[in-house]
């Protein structure tokens, strides 16, 4: 049973314009979020975080939304650059836990010049 | 300043041998975790140590699976006997112990078991 889900595989946008990545949760004791960027054949980097008592997030062309009541959050990259190209996974940790990080499947973003 | 350092890059091996994977933390960071990336099920947390102590090994898929944290420099995994099903991309990663603070990952061992 997946408690992360990523239910887009891949996503490709334009240089400059702007890409959404979604994440859907289920379990409602998770209180805090990241996002890792992962290369190919590098491990995951940590992007950004949010906490449950916040809806939004920003760092220069990222920013994350949380919804908590859809448990639905969001990553928004503005704009998007050809560097940005990459595994992108949605993580969540439940109260307390401070480490059973529980990852989404990933997207796959491609940023087209 | 390095990062996580993980050995061997790739493992190929056959079913039945031992696998032994190595990590070195980030000089500081007093938690370690081993995950385990694969297609069907993603990233998975297979055991967690903190301050060389093993808290959580509670995703570790069976007995064949062990790991060690003998100092605050150096972990290993352990697969023995090894099996065509444990071929995956296995992480190790390591975090500083103040609340919420991020992982940083190694580059990861890819393992395939033939």
């Known amino acids: 049973d997946q408690q992360v889900k990523q239910n887009s595989p891949s996503l490709s946008v334009q240089e400059g314009r702007i890409s959404i990545l979604n994440c859907d949760y289920t379990n409602s004791m998770f209180d805090y979020f990241l996002w890792y960027k992962k290369y190919p054949a590098e491990g995951p980097t940590f992007l950004i975080s949010?906490?449950?008592?916040?809806d939004k997030n920003e760092d220069g062309r990222f920013t994350v939304f949380l919804n908590k009541s859809a448990k639905h959050l969001s990553l928004h990259i503005v704009p998007s650059q050809p560097g940005d190209s990459a595994v992108y996974f949605c993580?969540?940790?439940?109260?307390?836990?401070?480490?059973?990080?529980?990852f989404g499947k990933g997207t796959l973003l491609t940023v087209n010049p | 300043d390095a990062g996580v350092i993980q050995s061997p890059r790739h493992e190929v091996t056959e079913m039945g041998q031992e696998v032994t994977l190595r990590c070195k933390p980030i000089?500081?960071?007093?938690?370690l975790f081993w995950y385990r990336q694969t297609m069907m099920r993603g990233l998975e947390l297979l055991i967690y140590?903190?301050?060389?102590?093993?808290?959580?090994d509670s995703g570790m898929p069976e007995d064949r699976f062990s790991a060690k944290m003998p100092n605050a420099s150096f972990s290993t995994l352990k697969i023995q006997p090894s099996e065509p099903r444990d071929s995956a991309v296995y992480f190790c990663?390591?975090?500083?112990?103040?609340?919420?603070?991020?992982?940083?990952f190694g580059n990861g061992t890819r393992l395939t078991v033939t």
């Open positions: 949010i906490s449950s008592i916040k």
């Open positions: 140590f903190n301050n060389n102590v093993p808290i959580d």
């Open positions: 993580a969540a940790d439940s109260g307390g836990s401070n480490y059973k990080l529980t």
């Open positions: 000089s500081g960071h007093n938690s």
């Open positions: 990663a390591s975090k500083t112990g103040t609340h919420n603070s991020p992982l940083h």
